[in-house]
């Protein structure tokens, strides 16, 4: 339950930023929390991983949210889950 909660609170910080308001970040971010639950719900051993460094990167106090997206983009990446294409 816990762990549904991390990613509903990033990800109503990542609908709620003014970045995301428009454009491809719209569908791309319904896309991303899709993903973020299944990766938290799994019991694979590399979801598991993945997921607790996503849950560590989201948890910092002091970094931005498009610093936080970056880096989770780039671990989603390594595991071969693309999610958000080229976003410009």
């Given amino acids: 339950m816990k762990r549904a909660n991390i990613v509903h ?3 109503q910080k990542l609908r709620n930023h003014p ?3 428009t454009g491809p970040w ?3 971010i319904d896309d991303l929390e899709t993903a973020l639950h299944a990766l938290f719900a799994s019991d694979d051993e590399r979801a598991i991983e993945m997921s607790d460094k996503i849950r560590g990167v989201i948890e910092r106090k002091h970094m931005s949210v498009e610093k936080r997206l970056a880096m989770i983009q780039q671990i989603l990446r390594v595991g071969r889950i693309h999610v958000f294409g080229n976003v410009a």
């Fill in 26 to 28: 719209v569908r791309r």
């Fill in 19 to 21: 970045a995301s308001q």
């Fill in 9 to 11: 609170d990033f990800i």
